[in-house]
């Protein structure tokens, strides 16, 4: 009787190590190509760890208080998450088009950044393109929501005539928001007036 | 009597007409395979098929992995997901509008390793990506991040 505290004990210290064999939950921040770093807030139940550096890491387990942070090296990311980092599709480009006269013509400047679209169309699997437009702030919000999306549609075109199939395409339009060069309202300014082509 | 029935006839079709487009809006697609190693797998309302590089994916889609396998993804709103070997993630929810970039995503790593970048819904609105795993919620504010679902009991 008194021999089975010591047995029970044996066990739990067998199965602590065979468990500690297995793999933990995880959760790690990283760092973005160009530096920025966000945050990811571990939730298991009420309490909230907050993981806003890089390499900031957390052993999540349900049921548990408060989980601690902790910094863990590159190198064993690069053991746990190797194979699925690498699998991270490449990021997506952006390319700034702009046009004559608000019209489908082309400026001079945007030329090469348009044929730049295809050979990036060509160099990605299963490419796709975004075709985003842009309003200076003159005129009504919903005006300018309306007419930027029908200049991606105008876009688009351009596009399709080049052999680039519909169904790769998707048009928005975000009015005056996200001004390249910010200006107070009802200012006309060309180079808010453009349409921005995202190849995914 | 007839005139009746037409007329209610003509009534259900303009109501379906109507009802239509929002339809048209939930079978969007709301990503696409971009990478693909191994053997990796859609479910899609009970049915389990191969995915191959250009497939396009839905909300309610839950993607696997086998050995030695991985999958990477692209979202409407620019996120960024892949799935190391022996994964499983749904995709809960998916809402994002593309003019004021307002919307929500909601996935569920069920086993495995996910690595995200996250896009233009979390910039928009930080915290409007929430992955769950078994063991706890993650709140999303703009970053790059990596998760494993220990099989650790």
Redesign the interface.
Known sequence: MTSTPTLWGAVAIAATLL?GC???????????SDG?????????GQNETV?DKAYLAAH???GAGR?KAFTISPAR?NR??G??????????KTYDLYFQNDSVELQEGSRASFEQVFADIAA???A?IVI?GFTDTVGSADDN?RLS?ERAKAVSELFVQRGVPRESI?T????S?ELARPTGDNVAEPLNRRVVI?V? | MSRIAIGGLLRAMVLAAAIAPSAAMADEAIG????E?GAVFIQRQGVKQPAR??ERLFRADTITTGANS?????F?D?T??????R?ALSLDRFQFN????VGQFEAALNKG???V??GQI?RQT??ALRVR?????????????????????
């Open positions: 468990v297995a793999s933990r939950n995880l959760v790690v921040v990283l760092p973005e920025h770093v966000g945050a990811v807030m571990v939730r298991p993981l999540p387990r349900s989980i990311v746990i998450f194979p699925t980092l690498a699998a991270l599709p490449q990021a997506p990605r699997p299963a796709e985003t929501d999306l998707v928005a339009g975000r009015g928001r995202t995914r | 696409q395979i971009k990478t190693a590089i250009g991985t999958v990477g993804i692209t409407a620019n960024l997901m892949s799935l190391g070997p994964s593309t003019t004021t970039h390793t996910l690595a970048k996250s979390v930080p915290g795993t078994p063991a706890a919620i993650l709140g999303v504010r703009g970053t790059e991040f990596a998760v494993r679902v220990g099989d650790r009991a």
